[in-house]
Nanobody, 115 residues
């Protein structure tokens, strides 16, 4: 069972950037996909960025062109680089992993974007 720990959340002004990192407790080279989800106030959690083995990525329309997901199978990490942040990006961001078809989530890290 994979365990995920997020870091890097915080407060940032609109238009700014922030980088989130997720550390897995085991090798991730056979865990696909991995990525990030978020839950904004009043909404359900949604998966916003995924990366599969290699460099295959996909993004939700709301973040495409502004966020970049990447993985490091040596250090067992998955990062989310967020740029041109908007107040509506405020929420709790969760690391995601799918192992053998079973989804796993981290505990989340808060991101707040001020206007």
């Amino acid at each position: 069972q994979v365990q995920l720990v997020e870091s890097g959340g915080g407060l940032v002004q609109a238009g700014g950037s922030l980088r989130l990192s997720c550390q897995a407790n085991k090798g991730i080279n056979r865990i696909n996909p991995m990525g990030w989800g978020r839950q904004t106030p009043g909404d359900q959690r949604e998966l916003i960025a995924k990366v599969s083995e290699g460099t295959a990525t996909s993004y939700a329309a709301s973040v495409k062109g502004r966020f970049t997901v990447s993985r490091d199978d040596v250090w067992n990490t998955v990062d989310l680089q967020m740029s041109r942040l908007k107040p509506e990006d405020t929420g709790v961001y969760y690391c995601y992993a799918e192992e053998g078809g079973v989804p796993f989530w981290g505990r989340g890290t808060q991101v707040t974007v001020s206007s």
